[in-house]
């Protein structure tokens, strides 16, 4: 099992700052890549210290472009899992022990139990089982959390339109919710009871304060660096 943890990054220095050192901290034997989408705040230099593997494209681009190229370019490496999760979800020490746990249900898997997703109810994500640490739902998970396997990119790229058109067509309708359609039409996915990271969004691009999205359920270590964190960066 080799996995690719890639984290793109705009801006934000503080709350990417404490985002990338715990990754480094708890990413195990997994690697990480940062791409920088053109931060004014940072350069690759000062990325560098969080990873050998920076990533500066030829121009700024759009969230739907970064990922189209996140999934073409895992496929010319041999890492047999993807990790994608934004600059500003603070994980938990045991997020990598915990995929790894789950990983050979074949299914996608989140560990983000996001409060703007569950807002809207079964209408979006609807759950299908239930255990002691971890569900099965069908529906949307979201994009700030995301593990897959190789079968997963592979079948994502098999069904990719060229750049430009999936950059259109993800103004329709949001990348996340387009490849868990090309995965699985059921779009089924495994949720963790427990939330095993923290969204700090403010001042990011979909929600302005920490009211707007945070995390269901959090477990006991992030309970007690929350708000930590936001006296850190508020």
Not at 30 to 38: C, H, Q, T
Not at 59 to 70: E, Q
């Amino acid at each position: 099992m080799k996995i690719l943890i890639e984290v793109q990054t705009y801006n934000r220095k503080k709350i990417t700052e404490i985002v990338l050192n715990q990754l480094v901290a708890y990413k195990q034997d997994a690697d990480l890549r940062i791409v920088n989408d053109y931060s004014s705040e940072y350069d690759n230099q000062w990325l560098s210290q969080f990873s050998d593997d920076v990533v500066l494209y030829e121009k700024k681009l759009s969230i739907n472009r970064l990922k189209w190229r996140t999934f073409t370019n895992f496929l010319k490496t041999d890492y047999t899992h993807l990790y994608m999760c934004d600059n500003d979800i603070y994980h938990d020490k045991n997020f990598i022990t915990t995929l790894k746990k789950y990983q050979a249900n074949n299914i996608p898997i989140t560990l983000y139990r996001s409060s703007f997703i569950h807002s809207f109810g079964e209408g979006v994500s609807k759950y299908l089982k239930k255990w002691d640490n971890i569900s099965m739902k069908s529906g949307l998970f979201g994009g700030a959390s995301v593990f897959l396997n190789r079968a997963h990119v592979e079948k994502i790229v098999e069904l990719l339109p060229s750049e430009d058109e999936w950059s259109n067509l993800c103004l329709e309708e949001a990348w996340d919710s387009k490849i868990q359609k090309m995965i699985d039409v059921k779009r089924l996915y495994l949720i963790t009871n427990e939330s095993y990271c923290e969204h700090f969004g403010t001042g990011g691009q979909n929600h302005v304060d920490r009211k707007s999205d945070y995390a269901l359920n959090p477990t006991e270590y992030l309970k007690e660096n929350i708000d930590r964190i936001w006296k850190e960066i508020e």
